[in-house]
T-cell receptor
């Protein structure tokens, strides 16, 4: 069964450094998402992406964040200058469409630790 | 906030017993979905129930939805130790775009 994959599974970085989290969505899906989950807290929406542009973003997704689909398979989340509070599990998700209803398929997550 | 809230926050039962988790939300929704998360792992989609449905079954899972009370329940029957995980409800509000709103989750422990 096709699945969303994410790399790396764990990334440790120093405060102020840039990180790029990578995702390979399911191949015939057209809509892509990033969510994050700070330890012990809710899963929170960051951004959705369709047709090479951002569809929606939350208040969390400030100028430090950017997303890109550099080729036909990868979907990336970049954090330009990481802060301690960016430490979280980051989940990528994809869906075939956004009609009602739609299922979003989640990847296993990348645990980001900012020291 | 449109986010859901699950209760209980934590639930511990013996293998073979049934586990019931509840989710409440605040706004009208298109559908509600339940996800499972094993410790430190990704989210696994369990079941989706549309706003015009009241009950849905999938294997040992039974989900109900009461839109008048803005609540849903997830019942796992004949629980197994392998069901130990956190369970989250996620809503797809009808007045927003494509983002899902997740609840706080119920941590289920099934004791062998």
């Amino acid at each position: 069964e096709p699945e969303v994959t994410q790399t790396p599974s764990h990334q440790v970085t120093q405060m102020g450094q840039e990180v790029i989290l990578r995702c390979v969505p399911i191949s015939n899906h057209l809509y892509f998402y990033w969510y994050r989950q700070i330890l012990g807290q809710k899963v929170e929406f960051l951004v959705s992406f369709y047709n090479n542009e951002i569809s929606e973003k939350s208040e969390i997704f400030d100028d430090q964040f950017s997303v890109e689909r550099p080729d036909g398979s990868n979907f990336t989340l970049k954090i330009r200058s990481t802060k301690l509070e960016d430490s979280a599990m980051y989940f990528c998700a994809s869906s075939k469409w956004t009609g009602v209803p739609h299922e979003q398929y989640f990847g296993p997550g990348t645990r980001l630790t900012v020291t | 906030s449109q986010q859901g809230e699950e209760d209980p926050q934590a639930l511990s039962i013996q293998e073979g017993e049934n586990a019931t988790m509840n989710c409440s939300y605040k706004t009208s929704i298109n559908n509600l979905q339940w996800y499972r998360q094993n410790s430190g792992r990704g989210l696994v989609h369990l079941i989706l129930i549309r706003s015009n449905e009241r009950e849905k079954h999938s294997g040992r899972l039974r989900v109900t939805l009461d839109t008048s009370k803005k609540s849903s329940s997830l019942l796992i029957t004949a629980s197994r130790a392998a069901d130990t995980a956190s369970y989250f409800c996620a809503t797809d509000p009808s007045n927003t775009g494509n983002q899902f709103y997740f609840g706080t989750g119920t941590s289920l422990t099934v004791i062998p």
